[in-house]
T-cell receptor, first 114, second 115 residues
Framework: GAGVSQSPRYKVAKRGQDVALRCDPI?????LFWYQQALGQGPEFLTY????????KSGLPSDRFFAERPEGSVSTLKIQRTQQEDSAVYLC????????????FGPGTRLTVL | GDSVTQMEGPVTLSEEAFLTINCTYT??????LFWYVQYPGEGLQLLLK?????DKGSNKGFEATYRKETTSFHLEKGSVQVSDSAVYFC??????????????FGSGTRLQVQP
């Protein structure tokens, strides 16, 4: 595709449910990033993949958050036992190399936990 | 750790007015600096970037100069249009040599341009 795509665009979950958010990066992009954006704030880093290797997961807020990219392309961010504080927009970004020259962002998934 | 501070919004201007959105940063080493723009209902788009001191990034009439002495990267445009209404984010990438790839963002500044 022409850009980074994410699905679903909107997700409503009841507290305690598990959710899975999908990211399709730009074809051929080596690096993939997940960010969390709370309302009225800037994105905050969650985790980074280079191909299939998860090289940095220092931003994941708890062990309820898990991300994978098994074939070095599509990535899934999973949140187990969702809490109200998990409500946010989850952004995926990709870049051709390390990402320090700029990252290309998808439209995000807005997660609302009731 | 690294941080980015932006002026609070909203910034409300009339069409053709001059725009400045202030951005200052705290970082070790030599970070690269970015401005991203988020139009309503859309994802973040890279607007411009600068990778070393005194570099000027420019795109679509917007400019920003990497000022290491004042740790600033202010965004400017000489004549704004209604279509420039959006949220603007200043960001930096790690320059300390640790290999950290994450971007650090400011909290965003909403620009509203009135006809």
């Amino acid at each position: 595709g022409a850009g980074v795509s994410q699905s679903p665009r909107y997700k409503v979950a009841k507290r305690g449910q598990d959710v899975a958010l999908r990211c399709d990066p730009i074809s051929g992009h080596v690096s993939l990033f997940w960010y969390q954006q709370a309302l009225g704030q800037g994105p905050e880093f969650l985790t980074y993949f280079q191909n299939e290797a998860q090289l940095d997961k220092s931003g994941l807020p708890s062990d309820r958050f898990f991300a994978e990219r098994p074939e070095g392309s599509v990535s899934t961010l999973k949140i187990q036992r969702t809490q109200q504080e998990d409500s946010a927009v989850y952004l995926c970004a990709s870049s051709p190399r390390g990402g320090q020259g700029g990252q290309f962002f998808g439209p995000g998934t807005r997660l609302t936990v009731l | 750790g690294d941080s980015v501070t932006q002026m609070e919004g909203p910034v409300t201007l009339s069409e053709e007015a001059f725009l400045t959105i202030n951005c200052t940063y705290t970082a070790t080493g030599y970070p690269s600096l970015f401005w991203y723009v988020q139009y309503p209902g859309e994802g973040l788009q890279l607007l411009l970037k600068a990778t070393k001191a005194d570099d000027k990034g420019s795109n679509k009439g917007f400019e920003a100069t990497y000022r290491k002495e004042t740790t600033s990267f202010h965004l400017e445009k000489g004549s704004v249009q209604v279509s420039d209404s959006a949220v603007y984010f200043c960001a930096l990438s790690d320059g300390s040599g640790t290999g950290r790839r994450a971007l650090t963002f400011g909290s965003g500044t909403r620009l509203q341009v009135q006809p």
